[in-house]
T-cell receptor, first 111, second 119 residues
Framework: GQQLNQSPQSMFIQEGEDVSMNCTSS?????WLWYKQDPGEGPVLLIA?????ELTSNGRLTAQFGITRKDSFLNISASIPSDVGIYFC???????????FGTGTSLTVIP | GAVVSQHPSRVICKSGTSVKIECRSL??????MFWYRQFPKQSLMLMAT?????????EQGVEKDKFLINHASLTLSTLTVTSAHPEDSSFYIC???????????????FGAGSRLTVL
């Protein structure tokens, strides 16, 4: 199935720094979701986006639905050690019930 | 919020045996559930879409007879790895799909995953 382009693939940052990651698709999506996965666990939903241009926050996390409807961004401000994990984007195109996933961004926060 | 329960969380079996993994939506009905396989440090790979009351839709390259999926009720889907071999060892995750476009429930809720080790 289709896989979304997610970047960067991995990040090593100092505690307190901000983080940005993004996902792009070749087709238009009507839904963008951002998940975090801890080792050995299932992904947990962080933010859901449903409208082009939508900007939604969840604590220190902010995500945006790109106006072209082909991309989405996730920002984490003032990172802390518990932010460590793999972050995945997921998007759903206009047609069908299928969600497609990004390749993941592995985040390491150095205390 | 929506909760998806997956069981067992870990299973170790001998080569040649079959293993069943259950995925339950605890507080909502799911006409669609998805099964994924995940290798270490990699993304989720969709294996199949489980449809309540009908046959599952398998992704290209996934063996239907190897990975049997049953979605007998609106809250339960099962994945059976038949005649498991060491190469089937992996992390399997399920998710419950949205109730429908425009329903307001357009998110995927994941189970905690099942770690299968085939000896």
């Amino acid at each position: 199935g289709q896989q979304l382009n997610q970047s960067p693939q991995s990040m090593f940052i100092q505690e307190g720094e901000d983080v940005s990651m993004n996902c792009t698709s070749s087709s238009i999506f009507n839904t963008w979701l951002w998940y975090k996965q801890d080792p050995g666990e299932g992904p947990v939903l962080l933010i859901a986006l449903y409208k082009a241009g939508e900007l939604t926050s969840n604590g220190r996390l902010t995500a945006q639905f790109g106006i072209t409807r082909k991309d989405s961004f996730l920002n984490i401000s003032a990172s802390i050690p518990s932010d460590v994990g793999i972050y995945f984007c997921a998007g759903r195109p206009n047609t069908g019930n299928q969600f497609y996933f990004g390749t993941g961004t592995s985040l390491t926060v150095i205390p | 919020g929506a909760v998806v329960s997956q069981h067992p969380s870990r299973v170790i079996c001998k080569s040649g045996t079959s293993v069943k993994i259950e995925c339950r939506s605890l507080d909502f009905q799911a006409t669609t559930m998805f099964w994924y396989r995940q290798f270490p440090k990699q993304s989720l790979m969709l294996m199949a879409t489980s449809n309540e009351g009908s046959k599952a839709t398998y992704e290209q390259g996934v063996e239907k007879d190897k990975f049997l999926i049953n979605h007998a009720s609106l809250t339960l889907s099962t994945l059976t790895v038949t005649s498991a071999h060491p190469e089937d060892s992996s992390f399997y995750i399920c998710s419950a799909g949205p109730a429908g476009i425009g329903s307001g429930a357009n998110v995927l809720t994941f189970g905690a995953g099942s770690r299968l080790t085939v000896l």
